[in-house]
């Protein structure tokens, strides 16, 4: 019997035992799974500002997480060793959620404050972070997701309640930049706009040459964002070359710096990363 997920936009239709583009949700005897459930590629205590979250609790440590998988097919990712990998070709260590709250817990002396959800794209693996969401909150630990943002409403607002922040990657502000990605823009504008309304957001754009770097597009954005509220932090980062855009050059520093002044026009707070 064939199932659809509704998670993302791809509505990918299953049949028993197949595995969706992600290659992580499965239509496994007709219910739609993650397979990679509490199955953690990278763990780390970071500091809040390398997801990057600089009007959140700066200065404290959080305690990041993530597996594999994704929804997107963004052939510039800097993290595509695991964001492309499926079941059984990556090392995992399986982390359950009360054992994850408990680690978060005993960090909290190296000043952590709870959990953030990331690396890959940790909202294809949607239970394990609600699950581990709902039990950080319940311990007095804050939850952050970096995410595509490329999600379907309905699910997104059951998870809500329990995220304290968000960093939003919007890839650019075309939709055909998001077709070449297997992305819809609309989709990520209203999470944004869904996410904004409940926990704290910033939105990261990372700025590749000749793809998403014109200043009309940057000054679109950055009007998008400001209608919704001109404090919404904007990281734009430098690309450089990796996955399957090595053939291309970094992006240069005073391109980055130009487009940040653009974004300023409209957003109270823009910051240039790896620059």
């Given at each position: 019997?064939?199932e659809?997920?509704?998670?993302?936009p791809n509505?990918?239709?299953?049949?028993e035992?197949?595995?969706?583009?992600?290659?992580?949700?499965?239509n496994?005897q007709?219910k739609?799974?993650?397979?990679?459930?509490?199955?953690?590629t990278?763990i780390?205590?970071?500091?809040?500002?390398?997801?990057?979250?600089?009007?959140?609790?700066?200065g404290?440590?959080i305690?990041?997480?993530?597996?594999?998988?994704?929804?997107?097919?963004?052939?510039?990712?800097?993290n595509?060793?695991?964001?492309?990998a499926?079941?059984?070709?990556?090392?995992?260590q399986?982390v359950k959620?009360?054992?994850?709250?408990?680690?978060?817990?005993?960090?909290?002396?190296?000043?952590?404050?709870?959990?953030?959800?990331?690396?890959n794209?940790?909202?294809?693996s949607?239970?394990?972070?609600?699950?581990c969401?709902i039990?950080?909150?319940?311990?007095?630990?804050?939850?952050?997701?970096?995410?595509?943002?490329?999600?379907?409403?309905?699910?997104?607002?059951?998870?809500?309640?329990?995220i304290?922040?968000?960093?939003?990657?919007?890839k650019?502000?075309?939709?055909?930049?998001?077709?070449?990605?297997?992305?819809?823009?609309?989709?990520?504008?209203n999470?944004?706009?869904?996410?904004?309304?409940?926990?704290?957001?910033?939105?990261?754009?990372?700025?590749?040459?000749?793809?998403?770097?014109?200043?009309?597009?940057?000054?679109?954005?950055?009007?998008?964002?400001?209608?919704?509220?001109?404090c919404?932090?904007?990281?734009?980062s430098?690309?450089?070359?990796?996955?399957?855009?090595?053939?291309?050059?970094?992006?240069?520093?005073?391109?980055?710096?130009?487009?940040?002044?653009?974004?300023r026009?409209?957003?109270?707070?823009?910051?240039?990363?790896?620059?």
């Amino acid at each position: 019997m064939i199932e659809e997920c509704n998670l993302c936009p791809n509505f990918c239709k299953l049949k028993e035992g197949q595995e969706g583009l992600c290659k992580v949700r499965a239509n496994i005897q007709g219910k739609i799974l993650a397979l990679n459930y509490g199955e953690i590629t990278s763990i780390a205590l970071d500091p809040i500002e390398k997801k990057p979250l600089r009007r959140f609790h700066s200065g404290k440590n959080i305690l990041s997480v993530g597996s594999y998988g994704c929804n997107l097919r963004c052939p510039f990712c800097q993290n595509y060793h695991i964001s492309m990998a499926c079941k059984g070709s990556i090392s995992v260590q399986t982390v359950k959620p009360h054992e994850l709250i408990g680690l978060a817990l005993d960090l909290k002396l190296r000043g952590n404050i709870g959990i953030a959800y990331t690396y890959n794209e940790p909202l294809i693996s949607y239970e394990y972070v609600g699950d581990c969401a709902i039990l950080a909150k319940k311990n007095g630990l804050k939850n952050i997701v970096v995410t595509n943002g490329c999600f379907s409403e309905e699910p997104i607002r059951e998870l809500l309640p329990y995220i304290d922040a968000f960093n939003i990657d919007l890839k650019g502000f075309t939709e055909k930049f998001y077709k070449k990605i297997g992305g819809n823009l609309e989709t990520v504008k209203n999470f944004i706009k869904l996410a904004e309304k409940h926990s704290h957001v910033e939105v990261t754009t990372l700025i590749i040459p000749g793809e998403n770097d014109s200043e009309n597009e940057i000054r679109q954005l950055s009007e998008f964002l400001a209608r919704i509220n001109p404090c919404i932090p904007l990281h734009l980062s430098r690309f450089f070359p990796t996955y399957k855009m090595k053939d291309k050059n970094p992006t240069d520093i005073k391109t980055v710096f130009q487009l940040a002044d653009i974004a300023r026009e409209k957003l109270k707070y823009v910051y240039e990363g790896n620059c």
